[in-house]
């Protein structure tokens, strides 16, 4: 967290231009880390901070709140929030919890259950709220990574040329388990970036809303969406799609911010952030016009093997403005 | 293994020049992955080969078993070599145990555990022995290591500066714990290389000498020695020290080798492997000249965290061949 501007701003802003909400009140820092979070809660005149975070970080986060003179207000607890038992509801709770492409990580389960669990009916998340973000792009990448991929293969079809001659195996039964593995490991991953704008090539879509009050863990196990994306540039490539997402501190309904921050990770030249964006390539690129339209079908969920990572299935149709349909496709990727 | 071929070259010359091992014998493969040495094993004319594999290689060893025709011969078992169960004792053990610096991993210990409950008392281990050696060097790695190490502090000094004055929120209490964690990191962590002979400066000294046939995973737990070696370069930097390991074939006192095959995994101009050297990096180096003598004092053992890594002392004394003491120093090293 400590070393991303953008980042650190957009909490530090939301915390200190919306003192009122923190002012003598109780707060709840899920996953606290080095404690920065509970600290400048603290700052803003929280009267008592819960600070819980599972790992050993919590000895750092202790030896900080100490040296800035915060031990009677913020309290850091070792555990999982899962299973700390807290002496009372608090007013609000704040927690960096976002991965890559907002869900990867799925730690935003364990701030629900913080919610469920002590939150007042009153009280107000930060952020607030959590949006979901696709768009088509142009970019470079794809080529490297069939190449990459056509390397590989190169290189394995020489090991088991080789293998058969010098050492009397044959090993071409594994070439198709092989191949698949590379598919994935080179075509399929998708990638980290931090984009320039100008690599979005069409009108960005909201593929998923969040109300950080309300939302269930349910409702984020799979993200499903049929949106609609415009071509904006003149002739260009298609070769795939970036994700990102923003959230915002807007407090709650009745408890409004008096002034709402938006933390965003959309590609931008000068405010990249450590979650850049997620990109999934498409091969081979396609080619497309301004005002030709995108039907993106987009659901995510996660992992059988592995909660916290994703896989994702985009499939996309690409129209002209008079509506004739030009190219379809349907891909899988993986969020490792 | 398959893609090492200095290790592919010694395992298949070790079976192939020794057929008579195999020959109508019963063999254990501890460890199989792709099933390689199981297969070489039945090529060279084992009845029936038990090839042993924990993960889900288990699928591809089988796919690789019946492609080459040897489903009668060579028997699959997914499972940790502790539990299984064979239906009778074998004459041979055969298993590619070795991690870097032949110890990392302590995947030994299973082949150990295989011996003790399913070689016969006339079977033969491939391979047979194994040593690990120590070796001064020099190398450019250090400096840019140091340099590493001091850009990181660098950027820290500059981000708890910017924290305090931003962000109001300081940091300077953590200084400490992130410089050790940096020089853990940057110049205690043995660094993998293939070293050019060249970089050797003087002679090569044995810290271990096993016996597989004999050893106890008492006996591997920790390694202890404390030997010597002349500087053999006319006068140079003595940058810190390297570690590799050799395995021989040499099959048992009672039935020995044919041909006694190496494994050797000493810098090398042409003959490279995947292990290469482990590198222990002294800062800062130290001038030494041909002549002068070390005198070594190695400890190495397991970490108490994961004991598939190993924690290093390493004491050494210059002296003058007049026997004169130009230095001493004792650095703790970490294979991670």
């Known amino acids: 967290m400590l070393s991303d501007r953008v980042r650190m701003d957009a909490y530090y802003n939301s915390i200190f ?4 909400h923190f002012l003598d009140k109780v707060v709840l820092d899920v996953g606290t880390g080095s404690g920065i979070l509970a600290i400048w809660s603290a700052q803003a005149g929280a009267k008592k901070v819960y600070a819980v975070e599972a790992t050993k970080m919590t000895d750092h986060a202790r030896e900080l709140v100490r040296a800035n003179n915060l031990e009677g207000i913020v309290e850091v607890i070792e555990g999982s929030i899962e299973d700390v038992i807290l002496p009372e509801k608090v007013d609000v709770i704040i927690s960096e919890w976002m991965g890559y492409f907002l869900l990867r990580e799925s730690m935003f389960d364990s701030v629900i259950c913080a919610r469920d669990r002590w939150l007042k009916p009153t009280g107000v998340m930060y952020p607030s709220h959590a949006r979901m973000w696709l768009a088509p792009i142009r970019s470079g990448l794809g080529d490297h990574k069939m ?21 009397g195996v044959d090993m071409s039964i594994l070439t198709k388990p092989f191949s698949e593995e590379q598919k994935k490991y080179y075509l399929q991953t998708s990638l980290w970036n931090n984009l320039h704008p100008n690599q979005v090539i069409g009108t960005p879509a909201v593929v998923k809303e969040i109300d950080c009050l309300t939302v269930t863990v349910e409702e984020i196990l799979v993200v499903t969406a049929n949106v609609s994306s415009s071509i904006i ?77 994703m896989e994702v299935d985009l499939g996309c149709e690409v129209k002209q403005s008079s509506g004739k349909l030009l190219q379809s496709f349907k891909h899988k990727f993986f969020i490792e």
Chains 1, 2 share one sequence.
Not at 156 to 163: L, R
Not at 276 to 299: E, K
Request: include cysteine; aromatic fraction near 12%; glycine fraction near 6%.
């Open 147 to 167: 190449s990459d991929y056509e390397g590989s293969m190169d290189d394995w079809q020489y090991f088991v040329k080789n293998t058969k001659n010098h050492y």
């Open 17 to 20: 231009r919306n003192k009122s």
């Open 233 to 309: 540039k003149e002739e260009t490539r298609l070769c795939g799609f970036s994700g990102w997402f923003d959230v915002h501190f807007r407090g709650s309904k009745e408890n409004p911010a008096e002034e709402e921050i938006e933390l965003t990770t959309e590609p931008s030249e000068e405010n990249g952030t450590h979650w850049g964006q997620q990109v999934f390539l498409i091969h081979p690129p396609t080619h497309v016009c301004s005002g030709d339209d995108l039907n993106i079908n987009f659901a995510m969920s996660r992992s059988k093997e592995n909660h916290r990572l």
